[in-house]
């Protein structure tokens, strides 16, 4: 399992692209995300990012990083965004210890979700969803 969010970024047009926010292998094959223009990358609860780029790419991580906070500023926008009705998401949603401030849970998840650790309060909890298993 890869740190949340996991994401794919081409780092020559900015483009995002996500579907299991905690594993890129999964993402990369559902996509068919070849390497020779995506590089993995993170965005941490903590508002880190982390975008990983190749010598050869056009831009450096600072440059990419910085694009991607421009576009989302915080954790809570880019997750918001990530579960939004525009993207497919797949597997389980493990939001273990999270900062769940201003963050809208998605009406279903296909696996899990994992929300041990986070302060519910306030948090419309899920009606519905695959397995009915929050742990």
Not at 7 to 18: Q, R
Not at 68 to 89: I, V
Not at 93 to 106: A, E, H, Q, T
């Amino acid at each position: 399992m890869c740190r949340l969010i996991s994401f794919f970024h081409n780092p020559n047009t900015g483009s995002i692209k996500v579907w299991n926010l905690t594993g890129h292998s999964e993402t990369q094959e559902h996509l068919s995300l070849g390497e020779k223009h995506w590089r993995e990358g993170h965005y941490l609860p903590d508002d880190t990012i982390e975008c990983r780029v190749l010598d050869t790419d056009k831009y450096d991580q600072n440059h990419c990083d910085e694009r991607m906070r421009g576009k989302f500023p915080t954790f809570a926008l880019f997750f918001n965004w990530c579960l939004s009705k525009d993207h497919e998401m797949g597997g389980n949603l493990n939001l273990r210890g999270c900062d769940l401030k201003g963050i809208k849970l998605p009406e279903s998840v296909g696996g899990y979700l994992d929300l041990r650790g986070c302060d519910l309060k306030g948090i419309k909890l899920l009606e519905k969803f695959k397995h009915k298993t929050i742990r």
